[in-house]
């Protein structure tokens, strides 16, 4: 589904992979490699009509697999280019070789994640675990709300991406199905107050492949001797350096978008309702739109609960997340994935080590929800409220872990 | 806010009818967001799309379990599937059949419903059943919540071309003029 309303405004009808392929565009990106896979194809089929209609004059590579996608994206970005690719599910899977290469590399690749439910049992839905399952491999992590916010932080992932002192690759995540699929209002920003948002093109100076300057890339490190361990581990620290730093550029670089275009995202985690708020759920993704419907609904029957959405989840912003909830008797996280080794959802674990690291002891639940494209409702959030509103007033114990869909 | 289910089968374009009904809807000035349910997208499987309007912007992307219309764009996929299930009171069914209204299966919450042979227009036009713009055409003229002009211009901005341009303009045309509208009178409980 497709539709440009012309000549009235620069207003798209669609849903958040042709909004994604919007913002490759508008980004002016020269290479993009591609394998489709559900529920990403129809992301890399816009970008193949918009390189053969001149919207984008990039370079289309229609590679055998997902693994020459990201080889042939390093290559690129090594010698100059801005890049882009998206994946899901087993196409992550099929790329993790060279992904695990591109953030040491420091390549500024920017690469959407249409999320997909990891095998098995079969399914080709939405859900976080592949996003999930890669959220410690040192790429940046940015999940989205609205197809809207998915096209304007692909852009922001540029220079997010291409910062001097960051240097990492970003993946945007937008949920499979509830995002990649629903048709909804997107406004495109003008393509000179993008142009200008961005600046001059300067993608990954440090490591160019260039005749007239020539550099190893990639050498051999490691190991016990010579200069083997410390090269290693300055990498790694740096690395971690550049991760920190993203925290204060993600928020400097939605600030710069606000004045160039005029919306507002928020950068780290967004506080809904929190004033006097008495307890309060953290949400992530798509799943964020029913829950602020069921958190003003049980605002208007008096209920003291807000909401704190994540939306950078690596670097993980655990003092904001942390000063978000500040004051609140109970939490409720709701993840889309979980964490296998810990028997709760990966976001609440997070959560659970900021309280520590802030010597705060807040009675917190897990939720899980919305795994292989299972929707998650107003109602669904109704009852989260309720049973964190339990564990507030010390009727119910914390720490449990509870399934969202189990009954649908 | 409004919601609306569209039930069709695989192949159809129920899903891309939810997509231009969104279109025209926001062309009007109002915000919505169209789904398709998510399951096994084969041709003649029945399929459900879900689209929501309103006034203000809707923040909730889930699918709808309590629909104020039925759009139903298949004329047996009722023998599959409850299409009335969830369905408010009062609520309105706009369905393709060549049957009269008193021969049709009627949930008891239906107040109001569109009637239109989408199914015999669509095989004149593309000699094929596909009924998915004949309908919107027919909800337009049942509901009247939105105006064949505007569902005319999101078709024009769709990906249709040419041929295949011109003859879901007149399906659009076609089924909309083909509508009958029925109120039903129910005895109020005792």
Not at chain 1, 21 to 43: E, H, K
Not at chain 1, 211 to 230: F, I
Not at chain 2, 5 to 25: C, S
Request: charged residues 20%; glycine residues 10%.
């Amino acid at each position: 589904m497709s539709a440009v309303l012309k000549p009235r405004s620069r207003v798209v009808v669609c849903d958040a992979n042709e909004a994604a392929a919007w913002g490759v565009a508008l980004s002016r990106v020269d290479m993009v490699a591609v394998y489709p896979i559900t529920p990403q194809s129809s992301l890399v089929e816009f970008l193949a009509k918009f390189i053969v209609d001149g919207t984008l004059s990039a370079e289309l590579v229609d590679v055998e697999g997902e693994h020459s996608v990201m080889s042939v994206l390093q290559g690129a970005a090594l010698a100059g280019a801005r890049t882009y690719t998206a994946t899901s599910g087993p196409g992550l899977a099929f790329m993790f070789e060279p992904y695990l290469r591109a953030p040491g590399l420091r390549l500024p690749l920017v690469m959407s994640i249409v999320t997909r439910d990891t095998l098995t049992p079969q399914c080709v839905w939405g859900g976080h675990q592949d996003a999930m399952s890669v959220r410690e491999v040192g790429w940046i992590q940015i999940y989205c709300e609205s197809a809207q916010e998915v096209l304007d932080t692909v852009i922001m992932a540029y220079r997010i991406a291409e910062h001097p002192e960051v240097m990492l690759p970003v993946n945007v995540c937008h949920d499979g199905n509830y995002l990649s699929f629903a048709v909804s209002r997107v406004e495109l920003p003008a393509q000179d107050a993008v142009d200008a948002f961005l600046g001059d093109k300067d993608v990954n100076w440090h490591a160019a492949l260039d005749p007239d300057r020539p550099m190893a890339v990639d050498p051999l490190t490691g190991g016990s001797g010579g200069a083997g361990p410390r090269t290693f581990t300055r990498y790694r620290q740096g690395h971690c350096n550049g991760m920190q730093r993203a925290l204060e550029v993600i928020s400097e670089v939605h600030e710069d978008w606000e004045k160039h275009v005029g919306r507002r995202f928020a950068p780290l985690v967004e506080a809904y309702r929190m004033d006097g708020a008495e307890h309060a759920l953290v949400t992530i993704g798509s799943m964020t739109g029913a829950a602020k419907d069921a958190i003003d609904e049980a605002r208007a029957r008096g209920e003291k609960v807000g909401l704190v959405k994540v939306k950078t989840y690596r670097p993980f912003p655990g003092a904001t997340v942390i000063g978000a909830l500040d004051g609140v008797k109970a939490i409720g996280v709701v993840d889309r994935s979980v964490s296998f080794g810990w028997n709760c959802g990966p976001v609440y674990q997070d959560v659970m080590t900021s309280l520590a690291l802030a010597r705060s002891a807040v009675p917190a639940l897990s939720f899980i929800g919305g795994l292989a494209g299972a929707d998650l409702t107003i109602g669904h959030f109704h009852r989260a409220i309720g049973e964190v509103a339990a564990v507030a007033r010390g009727k119910a114990e914390p720490g449990r872990t509870l399934w969202l869909n189990e009954a649908d | 806010m409004y919601e609306l289910r569209i039930h069709g089968r695989g192949g159809q374009g129920a899903v891309l009818a939810a997509g231009i009904l969104a279109t025209a809807l926001i062309e009007e000035g109002r915000f919505a967001v169209a789904i398709p349910q998510f399951g096994f997208e084969r041709r003649g499987a029945p399929v459900a799309a879900y689209l929501r309007f309103d006034e203000r912007e809707i923040r909730q992307l889930t699918n709808i379990y309590h629909p104020d219309c039925v759009l139903c764009i298949d004329p047996t996929v009722a023998r599959a599937v409850n299409i009335f299930d969830g369905m408010k009171d009062a609520g309105m069914l706009v369905q393709t059949s060549a049957k009269a209204l008193g021969e049709l299966n009627v949930a008891p919450q239906v107040a109001t419903v569109g009637l239109c042979d989408a199914v015999s227009l669509a095989l004149q036009i593309f000699k094929r059943p596909i009924t998915n713009t004949v309908m919107l055409g027919a909800f337009s003229r049942a509901t009247g919540l939105v105006s064949l002009d505007a569902l005319k211009r999101a078709i024009q901005d769709s990906n249709f071309r040419d041929a295949g341009l011109a003859q879901n303009m007149e399906a659009l045309e076609r089924g909309h003029a083909g509508t009958t509208v029925h109120h039903i009178e129910r005895k109020a409980a005792a």
